[in-house]
């Protein structure tokens, strides 16, 4: 069974410049999360759909960042204009389903780096 | 106060020994409680899932749970140097989105 894919696995941008990231569930998989993992942190939530509808986006900065999940599948995470701060791991999981025993698969990350 | 708190170590041991990983937690709607286990540049990847409070075993790992006390361990024993990782913890409430809430993880680094 492949796993979650991302791409790019990094980059490097400038401040004020933005940026996408890209996301491909496991096949079948219903649910699929974005997660910002700091250095030295443990993963925080941005965004979670259920198929093409947003569940959760209470954490997203949604001044500058934006994801969308077009036909259930894919998904991509924008930001625009980027800051400092946002330099981490970009983390993209899916599941079956949500909530109680939907084991969540992670990909690898994209790790941004803002300077 | 965070929701779920975790030491973030890092915590070094000889291989062999055992090892206690441990997390508290504030919120009592937290039902179910998973170890993922995160190497260096790669996503995490789930090591364990409980439900409530109880003990679960796979192998050298054992997941508890202490729904009392607020309080999950994860034990390690006969510990390996292919165990050095970083140890998330994670839960999950018993309503509303099922977010997955993660602890900040512990570096653990198994010294042969």
């Known amino acids: 069974e492949a796993g979650v894919a991302q791409s790019p696995r990094y980059k490097i941008i400038e401040k004020r410049q933005s940026v996408a990231f890209w996301c491909n569930p496991i096949s079948g998989h219903a649910t699929l999360y974005w997660y910002q993992q700091i250095l030295g942190q443990g993963p925080k939530l941005l965004i979670q759909?259920?198929?093409?509808?947003?569940?959760?986006d209470s954490q997203l900065p949604k001044d500058r960042f934006s994801a969308e999940r077009l036909k259930g599948v894919d998904s991509t995470l924008k930001i625009q204009p980027a800051k400092l701060e946002d330099s981490a791991v970009y983390l993209c999981?899916?599941?079956?389903?949500?909530?109680?025993?939907?084991?969540?698969?992670f990909g690898q990350g994209t790790r941004l780096t803002v300077v | 106060q965070k929701e779920v708190e975790q030491d973030p170590g890092p915590l070094s041991v000889p291989e062999g020994a055992i090892v206690s990983l441990n997390c508290t937690y504030s919120?009592?709607?937290?039902?179910?409680f998973m170890w993922y286990r995160q190497y260096s540049r790669k996503g995490p990847e789930l090591l364990m899932y409980t439900y409530s409070s109880g003990n679960k075993e796979d192998g050298r790992f054992t997941a508890q749970v202490d729904k009392s006390s607020k309080y999950i361990s994860l034990f390690i024993r006969d510990s390996q140097p292919s165990d050095s990782a970083t140890y998330l913890c994670?839960?999950?409430?018993?309503?509303?989105?099922?977010?997955?809430?993660f602890g900040t993880g512990t570096r653990l680094k198994v010294l042969a």
């Open positions: 759909f259920q198929n093409n509808g947003v569940v959760d």
């Open positions: 994670a839960m999950i409430p018993t309503s509303g989105t099922y977010k997955y809430i």
């Open positions: 919120n009592s709607a937290f039902q179910y």
């Open positions: 999981a899916s599941s079956l389903g949500q909530g109680r025993a939907n084991e969540a698969f």
